[in-house]
């Protein structure tokens, strides 16, 4: 069976579209699954499978078993290689659930070893003497502790992974000049133990790992280790068979949804609400069981022609802190994913077919409510944030964007929109 060249397991659905959007670097066809498909031929004559779960925060047997079952669903399509993705700052508590999937994924696959490697340079992720760095700080000093599912209190990844895992972890070293051409650094890793965590700081450092782990049959990550194994696997093919460009359609009317709180979103937000209409959903009265959906449709239908506009719920710690102790944090989390999704689903009932989603949870419950069964992959806006189109009909275009990625200005470059786009507000 001629199955795909590489098959990925995500925990979270912008996590796939990120680990998507760097295999897409490399010239493949990437195509991205919410949960294992209904339509299995969806993924016919994709060079890439990326199962997106939701498996990151949930209870560590269920995502094993999510995980295993999408594992054995991609063999059932012929996929050899396999790519476990998590987050590139190692998102996970004692309980899992890095080390109890990989794990639970080396049994199911008959793996004896698999590295870790989280690294992702262009956003700022590296990994030196098994430390995880964010930017200049430490992971445990980067914000990551304070992470509302998983504080990330410790940037020792060996210590972190151990802590989770049944069996020995340990360390190798990036490769050095020389190391992956005479086989030195496939022989360190061979001399290693079950769990691998692989330092990595820069980008020939994750090539190099690349080159000595492409053909092993499971490789755990971040997006960055994904794309740099897709680009071997296609160095190796004939130029024929390298893909040409899939271009995401451009037409249509776009709208952002905004459902991160995360400090890159507030940033995007407040740049784009400078000249965009825009509107903040007031969800303390939406916990209190006002009609913040009915109005906010009704502000939707007063919007003119086809320019793009803003939906959101994000708020600074502080307004988000006094919502949690009003409301209960979960409560608040699932009126507003209700809202954004509901919205969404009225967006494209409305004739939108360009939506930008900012937040991992929010993406999800949209595109849940969306019925979307796959997106293929486009070309990135911002590293690890590509455009993609749903496969069904109509078609949508969906930009997924992690709540921490991206620049100032992502919502605008999305869209295509420059500063002066069209009219600044008020005028
Ligand atoms: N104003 C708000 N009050 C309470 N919860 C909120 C608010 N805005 C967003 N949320 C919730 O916060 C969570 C943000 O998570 P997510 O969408 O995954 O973003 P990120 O990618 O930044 O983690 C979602 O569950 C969302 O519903
Ligand atoms: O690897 C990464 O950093 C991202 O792909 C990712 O998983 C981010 O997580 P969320 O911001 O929670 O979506």
Redesign the pocket.
């Known amino acids: 069976m001629n199955g795909p060249l590489i098959g990925c397991i995500a925990d979270d659905f ?1 996590g796939a579209t990120d680990v998507a959007g760097l295999m897409r670097r490399s010239g493949m066809r990437v195509v991205q699954c919410f949960g294992i498909p209904q339509t299995p031929s969806l993924v016919d004559g994709f060079d890439a499978v990326v199962v997106a779960l939701k498996s990151r925060s949930i209870d560590a047997d269920l995502a094993c078993q999510q995980s295993c079952d999408a594992a054995k669903w991609l063999q059932s399509i012929g996929t050899q290689r396999f790519f476990f993705k998590y987050c590139s700052t190692f998102d996970s508590t004692p309980a899992g659930n890095i080390g109890p999937v990989a794990e639970a994924l080396m049994d199911c696959l008959d793996v004896p070893q698999t590295i870790f490697c989280p690294s992702f340079p262009e956003n700022g992720r590296t990994v030196y003497q098994g430390h995880l760095f964010v930017g200049g700080s430490l992971l445990s000093e980067s914000g990551m502790q304070h992470h509302p599912l998983n504080p990330m209190t410790d940037a020792n990844l060996v210590r972190v992974l151990a802590g989770q895992s049944k069996q020995p972890v340990s360390l190798v070293t990036a490769p050095r000049d020389g190391e992956v051409s005479d086989g030195t650094f496939a022989r360190r890793l061979a001399d290693a133990g079950p769990l691998v965590i692989t330092d990595a700081i820069d980008n020939d450092d994750l090539a190099g790992i690349a080159t000595t782990v492409a053909d092993h049959r499971l490789v755990t990550g971040g997006s960055a280790i994904a794309g740099f194994i897709a680009q071997v696997l296609q160095d190796r093919r004939e130029p024929t068979s390298v893909t040409a460009d899939i271009p995401i359609p451009s037409n249509g009317r776009s709208a952002v949804l905004a ?4 400090q890159a ?1 507030q940033a995007q937000v407040q740049e784009f609400v400078r000249d965009h209409p825009a509107l903040t ?1 007031d ?1 303390e009265r939406a916990c209190r069981g006002e009609d913040v959906l009915g109005e906010a449709k009704r502000w939707v239908d007063d919007q003119s022609g086809d320019r793009p506009f803003l939906i959101s ?3 600074d710690p502080e ?2 802190a006094r ?2 102790a009003g409301h209960g ?1 979960s409560e ?3 009126v ?2 209700s809202l ?1 999704s509901e919205l969404g689903f009225y967006l494209v009932q409305q004739g939108i077919r360009r939506l930008v989603v ?6 999800g ?1 949209i595109v849940e409510r969306l019925g979307v069964e796959a997106i293929r992959i486009g070309d990135e806006i911002a590293p690890g944030v590509p455009w993609t189109e749903s496969l069904g009909s109509p078609p949508i275009a969906l930009a997924l964007k ?3 990625f991206g620049s100032t200005t992502f919502f605008r470059t999305a869209i295509g929109a420059s500063l002066a786009d069209p009219t600044p507000q008020g005028e």
């Open positions: 912008t459902g991160s709180c995360s979103t959903l969800v719920s994000t708020v307004s988000l919502i949690h944090r608040a989390a699932a507003v994913e954004l900012a937040g991992g949870e929010t993406s419950a992690s709540g921490n």
